[in-house]
């Protein structure tokens, strides 16, 4: 069966510094992987997806992430938080098949301060 | 283009009653996946459905059942409603439900089980 991981249930940045969301995933094989972000009361929005055609990705609103097979790891960055990026955050895996659906993190609440 | 509505919004209901919770997906996605979001978990597959038939199913008892309409749109139903099922339910539309294809979420509806 298929696991994510996330580390830290709460990260903190200063507003301008470098945010740094972790996730792991466990699979035999390497599955699509994707970083999704929740606004208070709302659904989720997709910000990018690793499809294996490359392992750094790029997404909406300046965040990417890159995939590394040898750590297993596929962790969100943005270079410079911006106080509208506070929300939840969500990294989920799915083996392509559809019959799983998505399997997500517990996620990771991002605080900007000021 | 519209998103993928669900409705109602909130829902407030009593142990042991039934619900149906309804949702549209965004125009042309063919697949409709169920998730349910617990207060401070990640989204938790429920079903997945293509083209009115069940692809997939995840690890929930037989209280909840879905069904895929003609046109595309999606019921969930829970019978026998426990204080636990008391969550965030997101409705996800696709055009084919699996691969790389993205899955869009709706804004949710809002269970209470008291």
């Known amino acids: 069966a298929q696991s994510v991981t996330q580390l830290g249930s709460h990260v903190s940045v200063s507003e301008g510094a470098l945010v740094l969301l972790r996730c792991n995933y466990s699979?035999?094989?390497?599955?699509?992987l994707f970083w999704y972000v929740q606004y208070p009361n709302q659904g989720l929005q997709l910000l990018l997806k690793y499809t294996s055609a490359a392992t750094l990705v790029k997404g909406i609103n300046g965040f990417e992430a890159e995939f590394k097979k040898s750590e297993t790891s596929f962790h969100l960055t943005k270079p410079s938080a911006h106080m509208s990026d506070a929300a939840e955050y969500f990294c989920?895996?799915?083996?392509?098949?559809?019959?799983?659906?998505?399997?997500f993190g517990k996620g990771t609440h991002l605080i900007i301060q000021p | 283009d519209a998103g993928v509505t669900q409705s109602p919004t909130h829902l407030i209901k009593t142990r042991g009653q039934h619900v149906t919770l309804r949702c549209s997906p965004i125009s042309g996605h063919k697949s409709v996946s169920w998730y349910q979001q617990v207060l401070g978990q990640g989204p938790q597959f429920i079903f997945q459905y293509y083209e009115k038939e069940e692809r997939g199913r995840g690890n929930f008892p037989d209280r909840f059942s879905a069904r895929q309409f003609p046109n595309y749109s999606s019921e969930l139903n829970v019978n026998a409603l426990l204080l636990g099922d008391s969550a965030l339910y997101l409705c996800a539309s696709s055009l084919i439900g699996y691969g790389t294809d993205t899955q869009y979420f709706g804004p949710g509806t809002r269970l209470t089980v008291l």
């Open positions: 989920a895996s799915s083996r392509g098949g559809g019959a799983d659906g998505l399997t």
């Open positions: 699979s035999s094989v390497p599955p699509y």
